[in-house]
Nanobody
Framework: VQLQASGGGLVQAGGSLKLSCVVS????????RGWFRQIPGKEREFVAA????????FYAESVKGRFTISRDNAENMVYLRMNSLKPDDTAVYYC?????????????????WGQGTLVTVSS
């Protein structure tokens, strides 16, 4: 099983980016999917998660109202639309699959991780 994240890059504060993540195995279309982020020296933190049906989503307080998670199960894709980006959003963003829907906001709920994509927001 492979997860491939893409869409990161350099953007000015206030700008937008859309991250994408494809999972190679259709099995994980029946599990929660999540996005986490990490900066050097800090723990990986929760950003957003979505149930397999797409009906339930969770967001970290720091991104609520600015970020939107979505998924396309037919294409095994999950997306993270990021608007009104701030320098504090600078991090490597990781997508995760195989998540338990009872604890979608927890890192330990996910069985598979992508390689990460770097998002840099300049002030």
């Amino acid at each position: 099983v492979q997860l491939q994240a893409s869409g990161g890059g350099l953007v000015q504060a206030g700008g937008s980016l859309k991250l994408s993540c494809v999972v190679s195995k259709r099995t994980f279309s029946r599990s929660a999917r999540g996005w986490f982020r990490q900066i050097p020296g800090k723990e990986r933190e929760f950003v957003a998660a979505i149930s397999w049906s797409g009906d339930v989503t969770f967001y970290a307080e720091s991104v609520k109202g600015r970020f939107t998670i979505s998924r396309d199960n037919a294409e095994n894709m999950v997306y993270l639309r990021m608007n009104s980006l701030k320098p504090d959003d600078t991090a490597v963003y990781y997508c995760a699959a195989g998540g338990s829907e009872s604890s979608m906001r927890s890192r330990i709920a996910y069985s598979h991780w992508g390689q990460g994509t770097l998002v840099t927001v300049s002030s």
